[in-house]
């Protein structure tokens, strides 16, 4: 089973940066894809950006420019570097993988992570 675990979060002012890491573990097959998604308390679930194996991400509108996801693939960790961060970015991040799925909807996702919170004050 697949195994991932976020850190990084925490409380920062607008302006400032976080990056998180999602850890990843028991992957069976050499290609797969995993996704950074947010939910704040309220609203829904919403994606950030996605980043496979090879490496190819692709991000939401609101997140060009200011995040970036990679993939160290020697620790198996998945970083989001954020940066110029406002309070509309304070969520819950949670990190996602699947074997088949690329993409934004998070329904289709069969790993999840615990998340990482995201506070951000003005």
């Known amino acids: 089973q697949v195994r991932l675990v976020e850190s990084g979060g925490g409380s920062v002012q607008a302006g400032g940066s976080l990056r998180l890491s999602c850890a990843a573990s028991?992957?069976?097959?050499?290609?797969?894809?995993m996704a950074w998604f947010r939910q704040a308390p309220g609203k829904e679930r919403e994606g950030v950006a996605t980043?496979?194996?090879?490496?190819?991400?692709f991000y939401r509108d609101f997140a060009k420019g200011r995040f970036t996801s990679s993939l160290d693939n020697a620790k198996n960790t998945l970083y989001l570097q954020m940066y110029n961060l406002q309070p509309e970015d304070t969520a819950m991040y949670y990190c996602?993988?699947?074997?088949?799925?690329?993409?934004?909807?998070?329904?289709?996702?069969?790993?999840w992570g615990q998340g990482t919170q995201v506070t951000v004050s003005s």
């Open positions: 996602a993988a699947d074997y088949w799925y690329r993409g934004f909807s998070g329904d289709e996702y069969n790993y």
């Open positions: 028991g992957y069976i097959y050499s290609t797969y894809y």
């Open positions: 980043t496979d194996s090879d490496g190819t991400t």
